[in-house]
């Protein structure tokens, strides 16, 4: 009787979610076709949304092209991301749906816990998700997870998506940092592109990239921009090694020194609710 409920029970959850199984569609992260930093994207759902395919109709992918071109263009032909790709030279693009029901405008915690438990984890990879439901927000990120909402009234095209998708990644890695010249709460005004007073503009700006200002993280020195620069730093170890300084974070090294190239005076004075990062988000949770 108990290994018939258990085939039943099975048969039932496979059900669930038998209908996203779908040619083209990958449920985890791919074999990688290079061992550098790379940008890894997730097509992500409600437990009860409806799958509008875009990771498999090719809409999601020939958008994330053109945002990578946009950022080629504000770095004046210098870098753009290094997006995760498969063998087959597609992108590797994967599909989640959620194991819970949600409604309204949740944040981050949970997304971030769930997608961390699923293996999307890695502190070499950039996590960025488009989410399929409406939202109060159009974008959310922190180091090393991001979202767009793609139903919200802030998305209602594709350059909308694209532009937050942009911003939403320059949080993501760690921008604006404390030390950024005119950073406030996490922007800088008039840039990161299409933020708070950025308005529609694609803007990098002088305080953001190549700033000369060794002692303060430059976006041009990400590890996730390609070509690689000559003096390159990781955000996920850089601001989870902070968070897990002021107790609101798990470092991916514990050992880890920043403090010994970015000696801004800013940087010095950590104040918790400024300080955030989601490796291993889900083991501070009791429930997973």
């Known amino acids: 009787m108990i290994k018939i409920l258990?085939?039943?029970f099975s048969l039932f959850s496979n059900a669930v979610f038998s209908s996203d199984e779908k040619a083209g569609r990958y449920f985890k992260d791919q074999p990688d076709v290079t061992n550098e930093p790379q940008v890894h994207f997730i097509y992500l759902l409600n437990k009860d949304s409806e799958d509008r395919e875009w990771d498999i109709n090719g809409k999601m992918e020939k958008e994330l092209l053109e945002a990578n071109e946009k950022m080629f263009e504000m770095t004046k032909g210098n870098q753009k991301f290094r997006y995760d790709l498969r063998e087959d030279g597609k992108m590797d693009i994967s599909f989640v749906r959620f194991d819970k029901q949600y409604k309204g405008n949740y944040?981050?915690?949970?997304?971030?816990?769930?997608?961390?438990?699923?293996?999307?984890?890695?502190?070499?990879?950039?996590y960025f998700a488009w989410v399929d439901v409406g939202h109060r927000d159009g974008g959310q990120g922190s180091v090393h997870h991001g979202y767009i909402f793609l139903k919200s009234?802030?998305?209602p095209s594709k350059n909308k998506r694209i532009l937050i998708t942009l911003h939403e990644l320059m949080h993501v890695n760690g921008f604006a940092w404390p030390c950024t010249k005119g950073a406030k709460k996490s922007h800088k005004s008039g840039t990161i592109i299409g933020g708070p007073?950025?308005?529609?503009?694609?803007n990098l700006g002088s305080s953001l990239y190549n700033h000369?200002?060794?002692?303060?993280?430059?976006?041009?020195?990400?590890?996730?921009?390609?070509?690689t620069s000559s003096t390159p730093f990781n955000p996920v170890y850089l601001k989870c090694a902070m968070a897990?300084?002021?107790?609101?974070?798990?470092?991916?090294?514990?050992n880890y020194e920043w403090r010994d190239r970015y000696s801004?005076?800013?940087?010095?004075?950590?104040?918790?609710?400024?300080?955030w990062c989601t490796y291993n988000r889900y083991k501070e949770f009791n429930n997973f």
């Open 212 to 227: 000369k200002d060794p002692t303060c993280p430059d976006f041009k020195d990400s590890v996730f921009l390609e070509p």
């Open 197 to 202: 007073d950025g308005g529609d503009k694609y």
């Open 264 to 275: 801004h005076k800013k940087l010095k004075k950590i104040k918790k609710k400024r300080t």
């Open 6 to 8: 258990i085939i039943v």
């Open 107 to 126: 944040g981050m915690n949970y997304p971030d816990a769930y997608l961390t438990k699923l293996g999307f984890n890695s502190p070499n990879k950039l």
């Open 244 to 254: 897990a300084e002021v107790g609101r974070g798990i470092s991916p090294d514990s």
């Open 153 to 155: 009234k802030h998305n």
